[in-house]
């Protein structure tokens, strides 16, 4: 017996005028100007210029949206072509995104870009990280208004209502589930403060914090995958295709931050030909006995003290 759930919307879009407004697609808007607003923030103190953020990002938005939309196409192409087909492959607006499309994606037109305005790419993914992170977990707020990529049957307190006609099949008879929308959110926020905490405590910089942030998502990704019950290939048996891609998300973010902070330790201290240069004390610690802040021979020939 369910003694307590959490209620589906009633809604999943609403009329303006003749304009069909979707909440998913509010819900993904509202991601993006979070991730925007604090990707910004954090850019222009680390020293960067508003100019280039923007000339970036508008360039990597619409083809991180495309890259999303591509990726979930191959991933169901019973969908969308062949006797089975039922949607429309260019139908954005019905529904169909993948997250990590959009990373894959956007993260090749934003290097393209960067590198092309002479921005330090690396730089600018640490200052995005904890942005997309929030920008996420607001998004997930959409597939709750339309009722989908919920987990499996659950009495949990905290269990989904899902409505009869948004049921997947074979699971008719069950009315409350693994609210796995939620999960994720609850797990980006984490993972954003997560992020934040870490370049605070350690100053990280040169793509550390966004190697850590694809450690961590896809750690959790690989738990919420575990629970859905949306259509996906299998691959090794009953692992799930998309849970397979979040443990080498996972693993990627492992072996990118052990290395990074071996071969490339502290952090950029010029990362926008537009921008400031910002001193870090890591790198001044970290900096080769020829750097500018190395101990060196007083004037009359005596050594500093502290030194050897």
Request: aromatic fraction near 12%; charge should be negative.
């Amino acid at each position: 017996m369910v003694i307590a759930f959490i209620p589906s919307p009633s809604i999943s879009y609403f009329q303006l005028g003749p304009v069909t407004i979707h909440i998913y697609a509010l819900c993904l808007l509202t991601g993006i100007a979070a991730a925007w607003a604090i990707g910004l923030r954090r850019w222009r103190a680390r020293g960067g210029s508003s100019e280039n953020f923007e000339t970036v990002l508008l360039w990597t938005i619409p083809i991180g949206i495309l890259g999303a939309r591509f990726y979930h196409v191959i991933t169901h192409l019973g969908d969308y072509f062949g006797p089975t087909a039922n949607q429309h492959w260019w139908a954005i607006w019905e529904g169909g995104i993948a997250i990590y499309g959009a990373i894959g994606f956007g993260a090749l037109a934003a290097f393209l870009v960067a590198r092309r305005h002479g921005v330090a790419f690396a730089a600018l993914a640490d200052s995005l990280a904890p942005g997309i992170a929030i920008g996420q977990a607001l998004g997930r707020f959409g597939n709750w208004f339309n009722q989908e990529l919920y987990g499996l049957p659950t009495d949990l307190p905290w269990a989904l209502e899902i409505d009869p006609a948004h049921r997947v099949p074979g699971l008719e008879d069950y009315a409350t589930f693994h609210p796995t929308f939620l999960y994720e959110s609850v797990w980006n926020v984490l993972v954003a403060g997560a992020l934040i905490w870490a370049d605070r405590k350690f100053r990280l910089g040169r793509g550390k914090v966004f190697a850590l942030y694809l450690a961590l998502y896809g750690f959790g990704r690989i738990f919420t995958e575990s629970l859905r019950t949306d259509y996906s290939y299998d691959v090794f048996g009953p692992l799930r295709f998309n849970a397979a891609v979040a443990m080498l998300i996972c693993l990627a973010g492992v072996l990118a931050l052990v290395l990074l902070t071996r071969l490339r330790p502290g952090r950029e201290t010029e990362v926008d030909p537009l921008g400031e240069t910002i001193s870090s004390p890591i790198v001044d610690v970290m900096a080769a006995p020829d750097s500018a802040t190395a101990s060196a021979p007083a004037e009359d020939g005596s050594e500093q003290p502290g030194s050897d």
